[in-house]
């Protein structure tokens, strides 16, 4: 299993996600409506916001599964890190990367994965609002047009609760 690389920025990344003052904070509504609204826009069985720290990626919403973190090394979020625009992989069996990843060889035997990078104003990106199936599928302009506004929505509940 190969393991996303580390971002070039990694220690002003991190900063800036520790500066938000979330990691580890309780379930919050305002989080679980864009997670539970976007499973429901895409019929997504699996839908997260997650924020990716040194060793783990920790989930402030989660639908459609029971822990609320997963070693960084086990990542598809990791491998987000790296661009501003959303990565799509249509199928795991079909990308290197995943192909012989846990979650793709066994349960729950993933095949599809979007992640939209949650972009601070600085322009570092703190996690994903991501998508996951177990079935391989594509995303359209339009899809990738409204994973990318409930991206922006998941970005500025981040701000404005670390305003409070």
Known sequence: MKTAPIPHNEKERLAALHALLILDTPPEQR??????????EFD??????????????????????????????????????HSTETLVVP?????????????VVDPPHLRFYAGAPLVLPSGLIAGTLCLADTQPRQLDELDLSILATLRDLAVNELLERGQK
Do not use: M
């Open 31 to 40: 989080f679980d409506r864009i997670t539970e609204f976007a499973a429901a």
């Open 44 to 81: 997504a069985p699996i839908c997260l916001i997650s924020l990716v720290d040194e060793n783990r990626q920790w989930f402030k919403s989660r639908i459609g599964i029971d822990v609320c973190e997963t070693p960084r090394s086990l990542s598809f979020c990791a491998y987000a890190l």
């Open 91 to 103: 199928d795991t069996h079909a990308d290197e990367r995943f192909a012989d990843h846990p979650v």
